[in-house]
């Protein structure tokens, strides 16, 4: 598996949001519109590469501010969870916001996540609230591991 960045408006772009479609939308009965796509233009985009070239998992870190990017959309194929996959783009994540100068990773973990993430160190801040239809958390991970 190979961790690399992607482009906005490529192939690979478009083959990575088919898998959030799979992963984190179609489940809900929900999509993402042009609108929320669009958005993400000058977002930083992460995808794993399986050994023949396919996508399976993917994430992306958004700027909130100089100091706070924000973790979204953290999704692995279902046919390749639990093999380290998603620990795997956390982490290169985590290595780009301190080369970006990033002093906190801030996300809002869905509940069913939050162990996975406390096994990376991000830490739980405050209480439970709801997105997408689903309970989730806010929780955070200061870069100066
Ligand atoms: C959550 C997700 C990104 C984790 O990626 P992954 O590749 O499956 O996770 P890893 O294999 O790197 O797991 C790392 C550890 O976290 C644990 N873990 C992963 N997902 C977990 C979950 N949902 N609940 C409890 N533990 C979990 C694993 O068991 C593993 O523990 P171990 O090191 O003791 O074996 C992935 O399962 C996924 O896409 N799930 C569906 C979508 C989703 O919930 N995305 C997150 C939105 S906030």
């Known amino acids: 598996m190979t961790i690399c960045q992607i482009e906005f408006a490529t192939p690979e772009y478009d083959e990575a949001v088919n898998l959030r479609m799979e ?3 179609r489940p809900l009965g929900l999509i993402y519109t042009p609108e929320q796509l669009a958005a993400e233009w000058d977002n930083l985009h992460l995808a794993a590469f399986d ?3 396919r996508i399976v998992g993917y994430l992306n870190l ?3 501010n ?3 990017v924000k973790m979204r959309q953290v999704a692995v194929a ?3 969870q639990g093999k ?3 620990t795997a783009l956390v982490e290169d994540a985590e290595i780009r916001a301190v080369q970006l100068n990033f002093k906190e990773i801030t996300l809002h973990a869905r509940k069913t996540a939050v162990p996975f993430y406390l096994k990376l160190c991000y830490e ?3 209480n439970e609230f709801e997105e997408v239809n689903l309970p989730h958390f806010k929780m955070r991970k200061s870069t100066n591991f």
Do not use: H, K
């Open 62 to 64: 958004t700027p909130e």
């Open 124 to 126: 739980l801040l405050g």
């Open 84 to 86: 380290g996959v998603g």
């Open 78 to 80: 279902p046919s390749e």
């Open 66 to 68: 100089d100091t706070i």
């Open 51 to 53: 050994n023949s070239g």
């Open 23 to 25: 992963v984190l939308r």
